[in-house]
């Protein structure tokens, strides 16, 4: 499966954004899929990840509350609906993914082995 991730842009704090995660090639629906994001001079985070079927999705303490993780299987679409931003969630945004049947901690980066190319969201104070 390839991803392209999208719907990054400049807002002001306070305010929302809708990222999209767009799945082409092979079934999305058998894999669980994740967001992270890096940000100049830092490492790359965990944003948030849901499970192959939707049924279970973990966020980071950071953006708990404020944004929500979605997929559509059926159009092969994922996506990060966030709201309240601020100043601090200025960082390019990766969508992944991995197998469904993959081992380890959905908050571990290395644990996923598909990557799109990123999208860039600038909040501003």
């Known amino acids: 499966v390839q991803l392209q991730a999208s719907g990054g842009g400049l807002v002001q704090a306070g305010g929302s954004l809708r990222l999209s995660c767009a799945a082409s090639?092979?079934?999305?629906?058998?894999?669980?899929m994740g967001w992270f994001r890096q940000a100049p001079g830092k490492e790359r985070e965990f944003v948030a990840a849901?499970?192959?079927?939707?049924?279970?999705?973990v966020y980071a303490d950071s953006v708990k509350g404020r944004f929500t993780l979605s997929r559509d299987n059926a159009q092969m679409m994922a996506y990060l609906q966030m709201n309240s931003l601020k100043p601090e969630d200025t960082a390019v945004y990766f969508c992944?993914?991995?197998?469904?049947?993959?081992?380890?901690?959905?908050?571990?980066?290395?644990?996923?082995?598909?990557w799109g190319q990123g999208t860039q969201v600038t909040v501003s104070s």
């Open positions: 090639g092979r079934t999305f629906s058998v894999y669980n």
């Open positions: 849901m499970t192959w079927s939707g049924g279970s999705t």
């Open positions: 992944a993914a991995r197998p469904q049947y993959g081992s380890g901690d959905l908050r571990d980066r290395a644990t996923y082995n598909i």
